[in-house]
């Protein structure tokens, strides 16, 4: 259960355990009583409670098993599938202690306990499909807090009637009787029911046709068996049909769910394919040209990055080294990489320097980015026959230097802010020159946060440590050593970030 937080673990061996424990209990109870104790229509009942019970356990545990396969979670499919399971064994032990003086007053406490669950159970379907139709904010949230403060109110009226048994009475000799007030206690249910069912009439184009049928069917199924059962003593099928639709909810939704994933899976795949093509991945990138030597690689965190990389010729002596990290991971970082990477390059392509490149190119992501999603950069533009280069650092990690014959080291200077956070920002550019033998070295985040599975970082330290291993190296090989570091100090922890790297070695 490593996709679950401390806390949510033991949740989960709690509510398992109480299972067991509950359904364990159940077989006690039957023992002790004898079969041959009970009404006919009371085995029937304690028969389909225990069935229900059973299906209720098989479903929580398949519904853990999809959290952790597919990370789809439904906090309050899992809430219905609990109050569903407690309102079986309650119910279960209503009918095994019914008529025995002795356990009297477990019997008061065990049906005060199964009616609670009426409410409850009526309010969390409320919850599910209110989620399932994205009503959490506007109308949705207030009907939700007044739904919560009504309940509040029905599970302390329920708490009353142990005292003065308007819904329900356990006489001296332990029998159970309906009171003349018992179809109010059904109040509060049908009105939740009915607000949900004008959610789901209301909003039904938000949903698929399968969606509202279950919906639909989780409400008329117990609402039909409640009806019949009212004035018919000795049969509540309530909690066996509901588990059981619950049972069909589960199957169908997984099974939508899998079709779901796995279109989603192909457009991810397509979507890293269109990326894997718009970076440049032929090397050497330029063989007709002895002046310098050029490595770069992007390892994404997941299918599709965040981070890019890129180089071209301005002209015949100036060429452009970009390498850039867009906040967020997924599609939109995908996509506003993407944009991002085609402006750069046409601006500068235009003529522009990388300060004016940057400050146009700023303005125009600012326009309709509603997601607020940003872009650190680091721009390089070096004439290739004397060395001399001018670069940007737009809030991006400082560059790393090696001269001839020396060690890697990090070039600080002050940063100008990251792109596409304010309109007409400055980006202030610094002058650099490579001589014959420097490398340049520059890189994502993802490498000095590179995280192990004790929350430790790579660090600037390690990365400078792997650099220098073989400082003489080809770009190729120093891309090599940085990643064959990573990947022993992480030691299999799972990568959290895009892992992107470029090394420019001039001859």
Known sequence: MNFLSKKRKIQVIIALSAYCILFMLSIVFIFLKGLDNL?????????????????GTVLYICCLIDVQRTGVRSLYFFYLINVSFVGLFTDLVAWIVDEVPALRIVNLIDNTLYYMTMPAAAFF????????????????????????????????LCFLNMFLGFYFKVDESGVYSREDYYPLFMLYAFIATGVTVFAIIKFRKRLHFYQIFLLLLYIIMPFVVSIFTMYSYGLSFNYGVIMLVLLLMYCVINISQGRDKVIADRDLATASTIQEAVLPHIF??????NEFELFASMDAAKEVG????????????????????????????????????????????????????????????????TMNMFVTVWIGVIEISTGKGIAVNAGHEHPVIRR????????????????????????????????????LFVYTDGVPEATDSADQLFGSDRMLESLNKDPDASPENILLNVRAG??????????????????????
């Open 125 to 156: 379907f409320w919850l599910y499909a209110r989620d399932v139709l994205g009503l959490k904010e506007g109308y949705g949230k207030l009907i939700t807090k007044v739904m919560k403060y009504c309940l509040y109110a029905s599970l302390f």
């Open 404 to 439: 001839a014959g020396g060690k890697f080291e990090i070039v600080k200077y002050r940063h100008s802010p990251a792109v596409s956070i304010m309109e007409d920002v400055p980006f202030k550019e610094h002058e650099f020159e490579l001589n014959s033998g420097d490398t």
């Open 306 to 369: 965040g981070d890019f990389y890129d180089f071209f010729f301005i002209d015949d002596d100036h060429l452009a080294l970009v390498i850039a990290d867009v906040s967020g991971k997924g599609v939109p970082a995908s996509l506003f990489m993407m944009v991002s990477k085609i402006l750069i390059k046409s601006h500068l392509l235009a003529g522009e320097s990388p300060g004016e490149a940057l400050e146009n190119v700023n303005n125009i992501l600012l326009e309709g980015n």
């Open 486 to 507: 990573i990947d022993t100090f992480v030691a299999g922890a799972e990568q959290f970030d895009d892992i992107t790297m470029l090394c420019f070695k001039k001859m």
């Open 39 to 55: 009404r006919p229509q009371y085995i029937l009942n304690i028969g389909v409670d225990m069935a229900g019970m059973a299906v």
């Open 284 to 289: 050497p990138p330029f063989p007709e040209r």
